[in-house]
């Protein structure tokens, strides 16, 4: 089993930053993908980014591109999304996943944590 938390979410003016933190426990392989992930009011959950934990691979949606960027800290088992310039129309709730490199689909995934990004 892994356990996935994440944490830096809040309330920021457009064109601000935040990062996100999600901090992974449990059965950790090296050959996990780990995933941000977000859902707006409304609107179906959506791909927003994915790092490869053995090699530190990396892979952003090309609408996010420039603005986030994913990375992880393999000694604090600890996956990040540093997001930049933000816009309000980033507001959602974030989450973060993991699966094993052969899948398709994300296996685990943790509570969420809600961005809003006021005009």
């Known amino acids: 089993q892994v356990q996935l938390v994440e944490s830096g979410g809040g309330l920021v003016q457009a064109g601000g930053s935040l990062r996100l933190s999600c901090a992974a426990s449990?059965?950790?392989?090296?050959?996990?993908?780990m995933g941000w992930f977000r859902q707006a009011p409304g609107k179906e959950r959506e791909f927003v980014a994915a790092?490869?934990?053995?090699?530190?691979?990396?892979y952003v949606v090309n609408s996010m591109k420039g603005r986030f960027t994913i990375s992880r800290d393999n000694a604090k088992n600890t996956v990040y999304l540093e997001m930049n310039s933000l816009k309000p129309e980033d507001t959602a709730v974030y989450y973060c996943?993991?699966?094993?490199?052969?899948?398709?689909?994300?296996?685990?995934w943790g509570q969420g944590t809600q961005v809003t990004v006021s005009s």
């Open positions: 996943a993991a699966k094993t490199a052969n899948l398709v689909t994300y296996n685990y």
């Open positions: 449990g059965r950790i392989f090296s050959n996990y993908i």
């Open positions: 790092t490869s934990w053995s090699d530190g691979s990396t």
